[in-house]
C-alpha cells in the first residue's frame, strides 16, 4: 500500500491533518444531520473521511486524483466500510443518481474550485439539506457575510437565497501538511424551511450581478440597461448593492418586472 500521497498544487490540496479540528467538523456536521446520505468532496487520503465512516451508516466520496483514489481504495477494503469512492471531477460530474435521496455535501474543499462547489450545490438545492465545508477564509467570510460588509457580493446573495449560511469556525494553517498561506474557515449552508422563488430568478440574477459589477456606485449606474428609466428615481436605486439584503433584490427583481 502506497504510504503517502503528495499533495499538488494544480489541485489545490493541502490535506487536513489535526485530529481536533476533525472532531469539530464531525461535530458541525451532526448538528445539521437528518439521515441524509452523506458526499465527500476531495477526501485526499481519507482524514475526514475516517471519521465519517465511524459516525454515518454509509459515505460516498468524490475524489479527481487518481492517486488519491487508488489511495483509498488501498485503505478501505468494500466489505469491511460502507464506502464509494467516485474517480470523478466534482464540478463536471451529473450528479443525478446520487440526488435520488438528500444528501448532504461537505468536505476540506480544494480552495481553487470551492465558489465553484457551492454554485453547483445551489444548482441542486432542492436535494441538499445542508453542506458543512472547509474554504479558504476570505471565501468563507464572503459567503456568509451580511448585506452592509465589504465582503458581502453575489455569491453571498445567491447562496444566501437557499441556504442559511453560518461561519463556524476558524482554522490555522498549521493544521494542514502542507500548511497553506491563508487561514481557513468552516461555514455551514443549512437550506431554508420556506423558499419561495414568486420572482423572475433569472432577472434576479441579472440585477445582482449587475449591481455588484459595479458595487462603488449607486445601483442607478449598475442597472441603467436593465431598470426602465421611470424607476430610477427611486429610493432604492440610490443605494450600493452591498446595502441590500437578499429579500431587497427580491423586491426589487419584483419592482423592475413590474415595470417592464
Known amino acids: 500500500m502506497q504510504s503517502s500521497v503528495t499533495a499538488l498544487k ?23 444531520f437528518n439521515n441524509e446520505r452523506i458526499i465527500e468532496i476531495g477526501p485526499g487520503t481519507g482524514a475526514l473521511t475516517d471519521f465519517l465512516l465511524k459516525e454515518f451508516i454509509s ?15 488501498n485503505k478501505y477494503t468494500p466489505d469491511k466500510f460502507k464506502l464509494t469512492i467516485i474517480e470523478a471531477d466534482f464540478l463536471q460530474h451529473d450528479l443525478s443518481l446520487l440526488l435520488q435521496t438528500p444528501v448532504a455535501i461537505v468536505g476540506n ?8 462547489i457551492v454554485f453547483k450545490i445551489l444548482d441542486h438545492y432542492t436535494s441538499i439539506p445542508f453542506m458543512v465545508g472547509m474554504f479558504q477564509k476570505e471565501m468563507a467570510l464572503r459567503i456568509a457575510s ?3 460588509s465589504k465582503e458581502y457580493g453575489v455569491i453571498s446573495v445567491f447562496a ?37 422563488l414568486d420572482f423572475d430568478i433569472k432577472l434576479f440574477k441579472q440585477i445582482v450581478k449587475a449591481g455588484f459589477n459595479q458595487r462603488r456606485k449607486m445601483l442607478r449606474n449598475g442597472l ?16 450600493r448593492a452591498e446595502q441590500l439584503s437578499v429579500q431587497d433584490f427580491i423586491d426589487l427583481t419584483k419592482m423592475i418586472a413590474a415595470n417592464r
Do not use: W
Open 10 to 32: 494544480s489541485y489545490g490540496q493541502h490535506f487536513l491533518t489535526d485530529n481536533e479540528v476533525l472532531k469539530k467538523i464531525i461535530s458541525t456536521i451532526n448538528s445539521y
Open 59 to 73: 459515505v460516498t466520496c468524490i475524489e479527481v486524483d487518481r492517486r488519491c483514489v487508488e489511495f483509498l481504495n
Open 109 to 116: 474543499f480544494p480552495y481553487n474550485i470551492s465558489s465553484q
Open 146 to 148: 451580511p448585506h452592509g
Open 160 to 196: 444566501q437565497l437557499f441556504y442559511d449560511v453560518k461561519m463556524e469556525f476558524e482554522i490555522l494553517p498549521q493544521s494542514f501538511s502542507p500548511p497553506p498561506k491563508v487561514m481557513s474557515g468552516v461555514i455551514s449552508m443549512k437550506r431554508k424551511e420556506n423558499i419561495n
Open 224 to 239: 441603467s440597461s436593465i431598470a426602465p428609466k421611470t424607476l430610477l428615481h427611486e429610493t432604492i436605486f440610490t443605494k
